[in-house]
């Protein structure tokens, strides 16, 4: 997200796409500063520190707020509740917590034991992998969406056997902390896939990567950065909504048992706490004729949305698309 976007007025701001928006912090110190409290300082004084700086970058991100308090007024509307004063503040600490999460996942100091499974799909999963059976991860920003990855990236693990994790990624807004990234585990930063250059033949790598029981991810809540027309269109928190007709087209490409992943830090503001591991596998299956498919992938998404919109309920404040969600394209 940006903290300054001059010149635009409340519409320009809510117009923007989220691929169009800078990346916070104007110099690489602000993120090796981030880097230096999560390895020296305990966490609850990180915590406050965060909670300090956030509240001046607050004070001055009214292009943040703005993005913020529309995503904020959807999910407290279907709660029925308002959104309060200090609500956007949150949400903006919330996602400075989440950075340095993933600084705490990717120099390997989450471990196994903070992690809370839900009584879901994770088992099957992790039977599967077990097996040699590889699959094929739908996940979204809500949470800590490499948790999975930082954890086998350190040998964590839930199985005997192990597996390799490679995400999709669309990094081009995000150089300066994916640089942080590389530096702490280049290895890990080595099994990225850019979303930016699928081809056929990166497509027959993935397939290669499941067949040989590994695990491929993707986030399907944004749009994707150079196809931005290919949409599905649902309803999310309340009103129509697009989201990434690719992340969806590639389950059914890729062949494999899909699922949806979500790691949520438990108490939304506390960087110390428990994470909530929720995996559900897909009902819908996309092994169908061409004339079923876009039918069947308006289903899955169905699927999707309906998880991401509950577990968005649950924990407002940790879904970090800082844009206009309901922004929609012309298709």
């Known amino acids: 997200m940006d903290a300054n976007t001059p010149n635009l007025n409340t519409n320009d701001v809510l ?16 993120f090796r500063f981030m880097l230096w409290m999560v390895c020296h300082l305990p966490l609850f004084m990180v915590e406050i520190i965060t909670a300090v700086v956030c509240f001046f970058f607050w004070l001055g991100a009214k292009p943040v707020r703005v993005r913020s ?24 600490y919330s996602f400075a917590l989440s950075m340095m999460e993933k600084l705490l996942g990717w120099k390997g100091a989450i471990k196994l034991n903070q992690i809370e499974t839900q009584n879901d799909d994770l088992h099957s999963l992790m039977d599967g992998f077990e097996n040699g059976q590889g699959a094929f991860a739908i996940c979204s920003h809500l949470g800590n969406m490499e948790m999975l990855r930082s954890l086998t990236g350190y040998g964590e ?9 490679f995400p999709v990624l669309d990094f081009s807004v995000t150089s300066k902390f994916n640089s942080l990234l590389r530096e702490l585990n280049p ?3 080595d099994h990225v896939v850019d979303a930016n250059r699928i081809d056929v033949n990166t497509a027959v790598w993935m397939k290669e990567q499941i067949h040989n029981g590994n695990f491929v991810v993707i986030a399907g809540d944004r749009t994707s950065a150079n196809s931005r027309n290919r949409v599905i269109e ?27 992943i979500f790691a949520i830090r438990k108490h939304d503001f506390n960087i110390r706490s428990a994470y909530e591991m929720h995996v559900v596998r897909a009902k819908t299956s996309l092994d169908c004729s061409r004339k079923e ?36 394209l012309e298709k």
């Not at 800082?322 to 929609?328: A, D, L, V």
């Open 15 to 30: 117009k923007a796409h989220w691929a169009d928006i800078k990346e916070v912090g104007g110099s690489m110190w602000h």
């Open 187 to 189: 290895e890990l930063m």
């Open 293 to 328: 498919r876009p039918e069947r992938l308006k289903m899955l998404l169905q699927e999707y949305t309906e998880l991401l919109e509950r577990l968005c309920k649950e924990h407002p404040y940790q879904w970090y698309n800082f844009y206009n969600f309901w922004e929609r």
């Open 234 to 260: 649902t309803t999310f928190l309340g009103e129509p909504a697009n989201f990434p007709e690719g992340a969806f087209s590639l389950a059914g490409i890729l062949d494999a048992p899909v699922y949806f």
């Open 157 to 165: 693990y839930m199985t005997k056997r192990k597996f390799e994790v």
């Open 69 to 92: 308090k529309v995503y904020l007024e959807h999910v407290f509307k279907a709660n029925g509740k308002r959104v309060d004063l200090l609500g956007t503040y949150k949400h903006i």
